[in-house]
């Protein structure tokens, strides 16, 4: 029996309050109990459980003034009563009784849900009480005895009904396009038995109710198209995002590159301006998007014709001021190719301090020995550039890997001067001569060249 020490005993066991009325949900299912009582002190109650239990009645349920769900599910209960005092109740659940009629509700008035399935009723007037409870929004008569089809006018004058389940009767099968007559007459239905209607559903039945269903077929089709065209819309809308996304990001990463070129090129231009024509071709070869970033015009260097040793003149009998405009021209244009800077102290800024520098090489090599001044400059570099310090990391960024046998030719070939114009005369033996390489090349002057000479 439910008495006061085993609702107390409950309450500890469930970790609930020992004072009766601060609790506000109570668990008293599947305890077996076949009778309510002892309710009185649980005034605070707002949820009882009930669940499985042998009660045959609703009663002494008066002190629960603040009760709001009550579960009486899986029980004997063959009739609803004894609820007036229940004024703020909200959900009453009495599946699985043996409930013939539905009764006693009316005064309910705060009542939205009603679950009585699984129970035993049958007619139109079993269920005749549910107009005068207005404010239920979800009705369960699943799996009841219903076959009267008229219930429908029942069920019409409940002006909250949005959950309405008639699963397992029999007038399921009575009402003719049962879905769509149930749409159709009960205004404000969101979920009917198993699934919801949605207002797709809605527009096609009240047109079948108007057109039948070429009427339904058209209305259905419409929302198909327009269906579609939203689902398009949001694929264009983020196909358009997207594209966005990346034209933002292709114009960044212009921008930064623009930038890059601007600060790093600049410099690498104005060395490159002063690199020899050799080295600028090669660079230009190497990074062809220089080309674009660099407005000056590469000039591609010009063949010169190979000399040979028989058909230079004697110097001797020439003076520098007799070469043509031409010829000067051209020497002062090509000042970093060395020609006779092999045997010379100083470039050939003046012609008559070249004079003066080829008549004393020639005075010292007809002694002893030639000193050490006259080989002393000869990889010195012909000209002082403006941005020297700039030329190493520029070459190391244009040109190839030093162990590279295409760099190790260009270099090779660019290192290897012209054939001298003066030449030298040697009075001791070749081999006691401290000579640089690029004096003992073997295209260079022979011995008995210069012993004629």
Not at 353 to 380: D, Q
Not at 414 to 434: F, G, S, Y
Request: proline share 5%; hydrophobic share 35%.
């Amino acid at each position: 029996r439910m008495t006061k020490k085993i609702l107390q005993d409950i309450c500890k066991q469930q970790k609930l309050y020992v004072t009766p009325y601060l609790n506000d949900t109570l668990y008293l299912h599947y305890k077996g109990f076949d009778r309510l009582e002892n309710l009185d002190e649980y005034t605070g109650l707002r949820c009882l459980w009930l669940e499985c239990n042998r009660l045959t009645k609703i009663e002494n349920l008066e002190a629960l003034t603040e009760l709001r769900c009550l579960y009486l599910q899986l029980n004997l209960i063959s009739k609803i009563e004894n609820l007036e005092p229940l004024q703020k109740l909200a959900s009453l659940n009495i599946n699985n009784n043996f409930v013939k009629t539905i009764e006693n509700l009316s005064c309910l008035k705060a009542l939205q849900t009603l679950q009585i399935a699984h129970n035993k009723l049958q007619t139109l007037e079993d269920i005749q009480h549910l107009k005068e409870c207005p404010s239920i929004s979800v009705l369960d008569l699943s799996h009841n005895n219903l076959s009267d089809p008229s219930i429908i006018t029942v069920l019409e004058t409940m002006p909250n009904l949005h959950v309405l389940n008639l699963m397992g009767n029999q007038v399921i099968k009575k009402i003719a396009n049962y879905r769509k007559t149930l749409t159709v007459r009960l205004k404000v239905l969101t979920y009917l038995d198993d699934r919801p209607v949605f207002p797709k559903d809605r527009a096609c039945a009240e047109a079948w109710a108007v057109g039948g269903l070429e009427a339904e077929k058209a209305e259905r089709e419409k929302w198909e198209t327009r269906e579609r065209k939203k689902i398009q819309d949001s694929i264009d809308g983020l196909a358009a995002i997207r594209q966005k996304a990346e034209e933002k990001k292709r114009q960044k990463c212009m921008e930064e590159r623009g930038t890059s070129a601007e600060c790093g090129n600049g410099e690498a231009t104005d060395v490159l301006e002063d690199l020899p024509r050799e080295e600028a071709a090669t660079a230009k070869a190497v990074l062809p998007e220089l080309d674009e970033c660099n407005e000056a015009e590469w000039v591609k260097p010009e063949t010169l014709e190979k000399l040979y040793l028989d058909e230079l003149p004697d110097l001797e009998d020439i003076e520098v001021n007799e070469f043509p405009p031409e010829e000067e021209v051209f020497l002062q244009q090509h000042e970093y190719h060395p020609r006779i800077e092999i045997i010379s102290e100083v470039t050939n800024d003046s012609d008559s301090a070249l004079e003066e520098n080829n008549r004393s090489a020639f005075e010292n090599s007809g002694g002893g020995g030639a000193p050490a001044a006259i080989f002393s400059n000869v990889c010195k570099t012909p000209k002082e550039h403006e941005k020297e310090h700039l030329r190493p990391l520029v070459e190391s960024f244009l040109m190839e890997p030093a162990n590279s046998e295409r760099y190790l030719g260009a270099k090779d070939k660019r290192a290897t001067p012209m054939k001298p114009l003066i030449q030298e005369v040697v009075t001791e033996p070749r081999d006691n001569l401290l000579l640089s390489p690029a004096c003992s090349r073997p295209d260079g002057p022979g011995e008995e060249d210069s012993q004629a000479t």
